[in-house]
Each structure stands twice: as C-alpha cells, then as structure tokens.
C-alpha cells in the first residue's frame, strides 16, 4: 500500500498531474510561467513555431526583463532574427507584463546536436501507393466463381494482399 491519502474524486487531468513536473523542470530553465513551453505554437504562431523553439531565459543584472534564448536551425535564423520584435510583444502578451527584453536566436545543425535532435516540424506523411488495375482485376478474377459475396470479398482481399506482396519481392 502506498502512504498517499486516497483522494475520493476520482481521476486526475493529466495536466494536473504533470503540472508540478513540468514546472519544476520549466523553472530550472528559467521559465517561471511554463505557458510559453506548453502553448510555444499558440504564443509565437504556427510559422515561428515551425521555425524555433524557447530553450532558456536568463535573468541577468538588475534591469527589468529577461533574455530568451531562442534554438533554430542556421538556415532559419535569419527568418526568426527579423521577427524578433513581433515575436517579443506575443511572449510579453502570453506573460501579463514585459518579462522578456531581449530575444537571442541560437543557431544549430538540425541533427546531431543535444538540443536540435528534436524535429522542428512533423515529418510529411509518406506517400502512400494506390492500389495496381492488374493486381484488382487478376484478384477479382480468380475469386469470381465463389458464390457467397461475403466470401468472394474475403479472397478478393487476400488474392490482393498475396499478388502485391509477390509483386514487392525481386
């Protein structure tokens, strides 16, 4: 048995179960408000989104506001270096205040690096083949004597499913 009290409500939101972790791990970035992490498409926008990502604010010397580091690739820095002041008012927005004075804009490569193993942006989906006329024809061929249509549907499928396969291999 564990030591926690049994909370009588039911299940927990995952957010809220994660929210102290993340925070934890937010502030020892320097990110004392983690909105800027967890919401980074909806506070910078979709294309600088694409683009960089947050991985540090740093609150040095006295002065009011901080500096935010940004990661991008070295191909789309200078993209995210012109939107810098934009891109500084949403953050501030997101925030409530002028927490962020500065913007710097870190270059990567886009692999091998610790920070930039993470893709930017998702992968595009693979095209996917369309189905062969041969293949269809051949297999809707061999299974038209078959009298039941349930059945006859069954060995089309599997007359498909054997032709490409053998079609695949040299």
Known sequence: MTDRPIRGRGFARAASVLQPH??????????????VLTHWEE???????RLARPVKISHTGPGFGATLVLLTTGANAPLVEMQKE???????????????????VTQTSPTGFAEAQAQFAPPAPAPQPGPDPAREARAA????????????????DLGRAVLSRGAATP
Do not use: H, S
């Not at 993340?22 to 909105?35: N, P, S, Y």
């Not at 249509?149 to 069954?154: G, N, S, T, V």
């Open 43 to 49: 506070v910078a926008g979709a294309e600088i989104a």
């Open 86 to 104: 934009r891109l500084r008012e949403r953050i501030n927005a997101a925030y409530g205040y002028n927490a962020i004075a500065r913007l710097r």
């Open 141 to 156: 061929e061999i299974a038209a004597p078959v009298q039941d249509d349930r059945l006859r549907a069954a060995l089309e």
């Open 22 to 35: 993340i925070r934890k791990a937010a502030e020892g970035r320097g990110f004392a408000v983690t909105r």
